[in-house]
């Protein structure tokens, strides 16, 4: 049956007598509308009021912000601010063994095998990653200082470089990476609790899939990663300073759990198997490429804990404490991990006739092929001590840098423990799952993303190390005072950021050719050398822009002003009794107090300079005193009390 369209078409004269009613519905759908309209708005408004109201309570405050008003609520809570004499509780052992702790994780178990992929023997990829490793270690020392000092983190040390509120990209740069790491970090812990499970029922195993082939985790994973995060954010109630002893803990469980699967694997294997013996099978130019990329790649890895090292290095109850614990304890803890991993991966050879790198699929291979008591108990206790290992793998590089960064984005309601459960949620609202099966380039991004944190870390370095000589004017880091010293243009550095920009310029075309985007083979090799182009650029160009367009804090390079080690106002007296050294030396303190000092045999009147001149708005003011009484925003909040540092030594500012 054909079914024909029929149109018919109607002069516009018989529609006159209808167009008085046309219009009366349009224009009463359109008042319905608009009325609609202004009650959503009206309720929405109300809404934002009754939350506004709500946000001003107290108790959705975080502490330390009473006193804190205006724009400064963007800038300052008791969290962010340097850390009080008690919460310094970590020394030379402690850094040395959270790097164990830190890098007891399933990526770093297999760390050289991608270079093993590409024709170099075990021995040369360990010896490369070692070798990055230990340049990067000197880095994080290095960018770290600042926050060994002052004990203040990451986020806060931005905003002397970048400026109070041009700190917040950088600081949102690393947050956001956290937050995708510590998802990362989830599904590995995820898999280690499926382990554990699997040892208990054969079912977990035969879970339905209800995942679908892009994701990363079945079932039962998923089972594991919600046993997982949970007990991750039962840690995380902890506080940080309190941590010291779950560090050596997690040392101790590393070490039996890496020892225990090593020897019982070789055991079944019956030795090492051939792939820790078999030469590489690259020679001459293509060797020495592999090599020089592999080593540069081993420090590149590392970008983030250079960038943020200053998160970890806050709390060390001395300064110099920080200085052989990273040196020492990244590289060799990182070369321990790697090498029980390569041995461990190259017997899976013998056991099934291919190289398994990653020790969770390892155990669950063990576990198919033989599900007796003793296999089981063996694969449950190591499968256990390996998620211990990942929950505080994923607390230390992930959850404390993103809690940080969160906490100093938006202080007035987010506590630093706030952040931490914040990055958690996300965490798993991101799906990681998903992401690490289906998102190669996802992946790729991620590994490229060294070009970006190496110019933040180059700015950092030059800023304290060069142009403050070692000072930070700690209460102008929480104020949005237009004569503060880091209020810079609208508390924008522009010269921080032109560094910024430039420094990841002479990457970026290598950076979207390892995202898939062809280039020469000469962009390709360039493009090994990323991070510390990235850094040396960013580093000379704001150095540069520094001396032509001088900051308000800025010293000649023959002054160190750096402080002994920093103190809260309130604890001076305390540090002082304990022998544990001053804000400021001897000589220094008799220049600022104006008596007698010997020198050459003289005695020397130091008298205040009554002429000293007062920075103005203007961020081009030529020369600013610290020996003066400050401004509003010079002061230190803490709690009902106002203190003024009334006792620093002159800032020198060369004048344009």
């Given at each position: 049956?054909?079914?024909?369209?029929?149109?018919?078409?109607?002069?516009?004269?018989?529609?006159?007598?209808?167009?008085?009613?046309?219009?009366?519905?349009?224009?009463?759908?359109?008042?319905?509308?608009?009325?609609?309209?202004?009650?959503?708005?009206?309720?929405?408004?109300?809404?934002?009021?009754?939350?506004?109201?709500?946000?001003?309570?107290?108790?959705?405050?975080?502490?330390?912000?009473?006193?804190?008003?205006?724009?400064?609520?963007?800038?300052?809570?008791?969290?962010?601010?340097?850390?009080?004499?008690?919460?310094?509780?970590?020394?030379?052992?402690?850094?040395?063994?959270?790097?164990?702790?830190?890098?007891?994780?399933?990526?770093?178990?297999?760390?050289?095998?991608?270079?093993?992929?590409?024709?170099?023997?075990?021995?040369?990829?360990?010896?490369?990653?070692?070798?990055?490793?230990?340049?990067?270690?000197?880095?994080?020392?290095?960018?770290?200082?600042?926050?060994?000092?002052?004990?203040?983190?990451?986020?806060?040390?931005?905003?002397?470089?970048?400026?109070?509120?041009?700190?917040?990209?950088?600081?949102?740069?690393?947050?956001?990476?956290?937050?995708?790491?510590?998802?990362?970090?989830?599904?590995?812990?995820?898999?280690?609790?499926?382990?554990?499970?699997?040892?208990?029922?054969?079912?977990?195993?035969?879970?339905?899939?209800?995942?679908?082939?892009?994701?990363?985790?079945?079932?039962?994973?998923?089972?594991?990663?919600?046993?997982?995060?949970?007990?991750?954010?039962?840690?995380?109630?902890?506080?940080?300073?309190?941590?010291?002893?779950?560090?050596?803990?997690?040392?101790?469980?590393?070490?039996?759990?890496?020892?225990?699967?090593?020897?019982?694997?070789?055991?079944?294997?019956?030795?090492?198997?051939?792939?820790?013996?078999?030469?590489?099978?690259?020679?001459?130019?293509?060797?020495?490429?592999?090599?020089?990329?592999?080593?540069?790649?081993?420090?590149?890895?590392?970008?983030?804990?250079?960038?943020?090292?200053?998160?970890?290095?806050?709390?060390?109850?001395?300064?110099?404490?920080?200085?052989?614990?990273?040196?020492?304890?990244?590289?060799?803890?990182?070369?321990?991990?790697?090498?029980?991993?390569?041995?461990?991966?190259?017997?899976?050879?013998?056991?099934?006739?291919?190289?398994?790198?990653?020790?969770?699929?390892?155990?669950?291979?063990?576990?198919?092929?033989?599900?007796?008591?003793?296999?089981?108990?063996?694969?449950?206790?190591?499968?256990?001590?390996?998620?211990?290992?990942?929950?505080?793998?994923?607390?230390?590089?992930?959850?404390?840098?993103?809690?940080?960064?969160?906490?100093?984005?938006?202080?007035?309601?987010?506590?630093?423990?706030?952040?931490?459960?914040?990055?958690?949620?996300?965490?798993?609202?991101?799906?990681?799952?998903?992401?690490?099966?289906?998102?190669?380039?996802?992946?790729?991004?991620?590994?490229?993303?060294?070009?970006?944190?190496s110019a933040i870390t180059g700015v950092l370095l030059c800023h304290y190390f060069i142009i403050a000589r070692g000072f930070l004017n700690i209460p102008d880091l929480y104020t949005s005072d237009k004569k503060a010293a880091y209020h810079y243009t609208g508390g924008w550095n522009w010269r921080a950021y032109a560094a910024y920009v430039i420094g990841i310029i002479p990457n970026f075309y290598g950076f979207l050719n390892n995202m898939g985007v062809k280039a020469p083979m000469g962009?390709?090799?360039?493009?090994?050398?990323?991070?510390?182009?990235?850094?040396?650029?960013?580093?000379?160009?704001?150095?540069?822009?520094?001396?032509?367009?001088?900051?308000?804090?800025?010293?000649?390079?023959?002054?160190?002003?750096?402080?002994?080690?920093?103190?809260?106002?309130?604890?001076?007296?305390?540090?002082?009794?304990?022998?544990?050294?001053?804000?400021?030396?001897?000589?220094?303190?008799?220049?600022?107090?104006?008596?007698?000092?010997?020198?050459?045999?003289?005695?020397?009147?130091?008298?205040?300079?009554?002429?000293?001149?007062?920075?103005?708005?203007?961020?081009?003011?030529?020369?600013?005193?610290?020996?003066?009484?400050?401004?509003?925003?010079?002061?230190?909040?803490?709690?009902?009390?106002?203190?003024?540092?009334?006792?620093?030594?002159?800032?020198?500012?060369?004048?344009?």
């Amino acid at each position: 049956m054909t079914y024909l369209s029929v149109h018919r078409y109607y002069p516009i004269d018989s529609f006159i007598p209808c167009f008085p009613l046309i219009f009366f519905s349009i224009s009463i759908n359109i008042n319905i509308s608009i009325a609609f309209v202004a009650y959503s708005l009206k309720m929405f408004g109300n809404l934002f009021g009754l939350l506004r109201q709500k946000l001003r309570n107290p108790h959705f405050e975080a502490k330390g912000t009473a006193n804190v008003h205006g724009k400064d609520n963007w800038l300052d809570n008791d969290d962010i601010r340097p850390l009080k004499l008690a919460d310094r509780t970590w020394n030379v052992w402690t850094y040395l063994t959270f790097w164990f702790s830190a890098t007891s994780t399933v990526s770093t178990w297999y760390a050289a095998s991608s270079a093993q992929a590409l024709g170099l023997s075990m021995w040369e990829s360990l010896l490369c990653a070692f070798g990055g490793q230990c340049l990067i270690a000197i880095v994080i020392v290095f960018n770290g200082r600042s926050g060994a000092v002052y004990h203040i983190g990451y986020p806060i040390l931005n905003r002397a470089a970048f400026g109070v509120f041009g700190a917040w990209w950088p600081t949102f740069n690393r947050a956001v990476m956290a937050i995708v790491w510590n998802g990362v970090n989830m599904v590995q812990g995820g898999e280690c609790i499926y382990v554990m499970l699997h040892t208990l029922s054969l079912r977990v195993a035969n879970f339905k899939n209800v995942m679908g082939e892009g994701s990363a985790l079945d079932s039962g994973g998923m089972l594991g990663l919600g046993i997982f995060w949970i007990l991750t954010c039962c840690f995380l109630i902890i506080p940080v300073p309190k941590m010291k002893g779950l560090v050596y803990a997690k040392l101790i469980v590393f070490i039996i759990s890496a020892v225990a699967m090593c020897a019982w694997t070789l055991t079944m294997a019956g030795g090492i198997g051939p792939v820790a013996r078999q030469p590489g099978t690259v020679k001459g130019t293509e060797r020495t490429w592999l090599l020089v990329r592999f080593i540069l790649l081993g420090a590149a890895n590392c970008a983030t804990f250079a960038s943020n090292a200053a998160d970890f290095q806050r709390y060390a109850r001395k300064p110099n404490d920080v200085i052989w614990g990273n040196i020492v304890g990244f590289p060799i803890s990182n070369l321990i991990v790697a090498i029980i991993g390569n041995l461990v991966g190259s017997s899976s050879q013998v056991l099934f006739g291919e190289v398994i790198w990653s020790p969770l699929t390892y155990l669950d291979r063990i576990l198919e092929r033989t599900y007796d008591a003793p296999t089981r108990a063996g694969c449950f206790f190591i499968a256990a001590c390996f998620a211990y290992s990942a929950i505080f793998s994923s607390i230390f590089e992930n959850s404390i840098p993103a809690g940080n960064d969160i906490a100093a984005l938006f202080p007035k309601y987010i506590s630093i423990r706030t952040g931490f459960f914040i990055c958690a949620v996300i965490s798993i609202v991101i799906q990681p799952w998903y992401l690490l099966k289906s998102a190669v380039i996802f992946i790729s991004f991620l590994a490229s993303y060294q070009i970006f944190l190496s110019a933040i870390t180059g700015v950092l370095l030059c800023h304290y190390f060069i142009i403050a000589r070692g000072f930070l004017n700690i209460p102008d880091l929480y104020t949005s005072d237009k004569k503060a010293a880091y209020h810079y243009t609208g508390g924008w550095n522009w010269r921080a950021y032109a560094a910024y920009v430039i420094g990841i310029i002479p990457n970026f075309y290598g950076f979207l050719n390892n995202m898939g985007v062809k280039a020469p083979m000469g962009v390709t090799r360039a493009y090994y050398f990323a991070y510390p182009i990235g850094l040396f650029v960013s580093f000379m160009v704001y150095w540069g822009l520094c001396y032509k367009w001088p900051v308000r804090i800025q010293y000649a390079l023959g002054e160190w002003m750096e402080v002994k080690d920093y103190v809260r106002e309130e604890e001076r007296g305390e540090r002082e009794g304990s022998g544990w050294g001053s804000m400021v030396s001897r000589e220094e303190r008799a220049v600022i107090e104006g008596v007698v000092r010997e020198k050459g045999g003289a005695s020397v009147k130091e008298e205040k300079n009554e002429t000293d001149l007062a920075a103005g708005d203007n961020e081009e003011s030529g020369v600013r005193y610290r020996g003066q009484e400050m401004s509003v925003g010079e002061k230190w909040r803490s709690g009902d009390a106002v203190y003024i540092y009334s006792y620093l030594v002159p800032i020198h500012i060369r004048s344009i």
